[in-house]
T-cell receptor, first 113, second 112 residues
């Protein structure tokens, strides 16, 4: 079946630094990937839709300059949290649409100290 | 705009019990409804997908149903086991959009 690999699984960074999260489709090509954010005890909220070879589409209220998305190939999308602050601490997870439904990466727990 | 609601937010049952998790949605122009399992600090594992033309799907001890007219889906778990303890999320796509809209989930605890 379709496998999505996400790295790192956990990262701790200092306030003001940037963090890059990778999402790879291992056995298929993905022209579109989705990035979600999940706060404790909350549901997943779509942040942006990543499109291969073009600009990402951001949901309302998501800062484009803070959450940089690059989808440079059919198997890799990256999310960079720039100038991270403690309020950016959250669980970030990517997803890819497959033939039927969606498959998700294992998520990244970001803690900004 | 699609909205997805899951009730209850938490459920605790003894091992061996059959149980039903509920999911409701506001937009009946649903394309797919998918149930996921999420373990603490982990990603999502897809359990069952129901397409709009289907009424139910089964996998092992799990059965999911879809009633578009009433805006409801249920996930039935038979003979629950402690290993079933997790948060169960339902999510829907609708209106020609690829975007998955999630409910807040039901946290299930199965006690030995």
């Amino acid at each position: 079946g379709a496998v999505v690999s996400q790295h790192p699984s956990r990262v701790i960074c200092k306030s003001g630094t940037s963090v890059k999260i990778e999402c790879r489709s291992l056995d298929f090509q993905a022209t579109t990937m989705f990035w979600y954010r999940q706060f404790p005890k909350q549901s997943l909220m779509l942040m942006a839709t990543s499109n291969e070879g073009s600009k990402a589409t951001y949901e309302q209220g998501v800062e484009k300059d803070k959450f940089l998305i690059n989808h440079a190939s059919l198997t890799l999308s990256t999310l960079t949290v720039t100038s991270a602050h403690p309020e950016d601490s959250s669980f970030y997870i990517c997803s890819v649409r497959v033939l039927y439904g969606y498959t998700f990466g294992s998520g990244t727990r970001l803690t900004v100290v | 705009k699609q909205e997805v609601t899951q009730i209850p937010a938490a459920l605790s049952v003894p091992e061996g019990e059959n149980l039903v998790l509920n999911c409701s949605f506001t937009d009946s122009a649903i394309y797919n409804l998918q149930w996921f399992r999420q373990d603490p600090g982990k990603g999502l594992t897809s359990l069952l997908l129901i397409q709009s033309s289907q009424r139910e799907q089964t996998s092992g001890r799990l059965n999911a149903s879809l009633d578009k007219s009433s805006g409801r889906s249920t996930l039935y778990i038979a003979a629950s086991q402690p290993g079933d303890s997790a948060t169960y999320l339902c999510a829907a796509t609708s209106g020609g959009s690829e975007k998955l809209v999630f409910g807040k989930g039901t946290k299930l605890t199965v006690n030995p």
